[in-house]
C-alpha cells in the first residue's frame, strides 16, 4: 500500500519527526490548525506549497487569519501575538449554549480571538507558541512551551516531554521540562546533557533549570499533554 497523504493536527510536530516521515514513508506531513469553535483555517499542503519545519502552513483560501496583540491590532512578522479568524467564517461557531457573555468574551471587534499563541513570518507561514495559558513567564521573557519540548524530543533517548512554568521568587516562574526517557536509559547526567541542548539549538535563557524524569506523561483522550496537571503536581 503506498501512502499518498498524512495530516496532523493537534500539536505542532518537531523537525525529527517531519523528516522521519519524509525518509521512512517518502511523505510530508501536512499540519494543520483550527479548533472547535473554528475548526481547520490554517494548513500546509507539500506539493503546493514549501513545507516548513514546525509551521502550520497558510490561512485556506476563503478565511482570514491574522496574529494579534492585546489591542486587537495585527502584529508585525515574527511577533508572538494570538491567533485570531475574522468574522463570519463558514467554519466558525455561532455561539456557546446559553452562553452570552462567554460568547462576547470570544471576541474582539470581528476578530475570534482562539487563546492560541503563534507568530507568522514574511511569507504567511503560521508558528504555534503555545496557549495562553501555557505560556512561562521568566526573567521578563514570555516563552512558549512547544519549542522546548520539540528539541528535547530530538534527542536519541527521549521519548515525550512536557514543559511549564514553576514559581520562581527571581523569574517569577522557572522553565522546568518532565521527561520520558527509553526503557532502560539511566538517568545520571542526563539532566545536564538535555539543558546543554537546549542552550545550544534555541537559547540559554529558554533553557531547562529544572529536569524531572517521569515514567509517563498525563494525556487526554486525543493525545495532548495535560500540562496543567503537571503544574498542579505537588
Given amino acids: ?7 496532523s493536527g493537534g500539536e505542532s510536530l518537531g523537525a525529527e ?24 483555517v490554517l494548513s500546509s499542503v507539500a506539493g503546493a506549497m514549501a513545507v516548513k519545519p514546525g509551521a502550520m502552513g497558510q ?3 476563503g478565511h482570514d487569519v491574522a496574529v494579534i496583540n492585546a489591542d486587537g491590532l495585527e502584529c508585525a512578522p515574527g511577533e ?13 461557531f455561532l455561539r456557546y449554549w446559553n452562553l452570552p457573555e462567554k460568547t462576547a468574551d470570544k471576541f474582539q471587534g470581528n476578530w475570534l480571538r482562539t487563546g492560541d499563541l503563534a507568530s507568522r513570518d514574511a511569507e504567511g507561514y503560521f508558528t504555534f507558541a503555545s496557549r495562553d495559558d501555557d505560556v512561562i513567564t521568566s526573567a521578563g521573557y514570555r516563552i512558549g512551551p512547544s519549542e522546548i519540548e520539540n528539541c ?9 516531554a512536557a514543559v511549564i512554568g514553576v ?12 521527561v520520558v526517557l527509553r526503557e532502560g536509559c539511566a538517568t545520571e547526567g542526563k539532566s545536564r546533557e538535555l539543558v546543554d541542548l537546549v542552550k545550544a539549538r534555541i537559547s540559554p535563557h529558554v533553557a531547562p533549570r ?25
Fill in 1 to 7: 500500500m503506498q501512502i499518498r497523504s498524512i495530516g
Fill in 152 to 160: 528535547l524530543m530530538s534527542h536519541p533517548d527521549v521519548l515525550m
Fill in 17 to 40: 519527526l517531519l523528516t522521519w516521515s519524509r525518509d521512512v514513508l517518502g511523505v510530508e506531513v501536512n499540519e494543520f490548525y483550527g479548533q472547535t469553535e473554528c475548526n481547520l
Fill in 59 to 61: 490561512p485556506i483560501p
Fill in 80 to 92: 508572538m501575538g494570538e491567533i485570531a479568524v475574522r468574522a463570519p467564517d463558514p467554519v466558525m
Fill in 167 to 178: 514559581p520562581d521568587p527571581l523569574r517569577t516562574e522557572a522553565v522546568k521540562a518532565v
Fill in 210 to 234: 529544572i529536569v524531572e524524569f517521569a515514567d509517563r506523561l498525563p494525556m487526554t483522550a486525543t493525545g495532548k499533554i495535560m500540562r496543567r496537571e503537571l503544574r498542579a503536581a505537588p
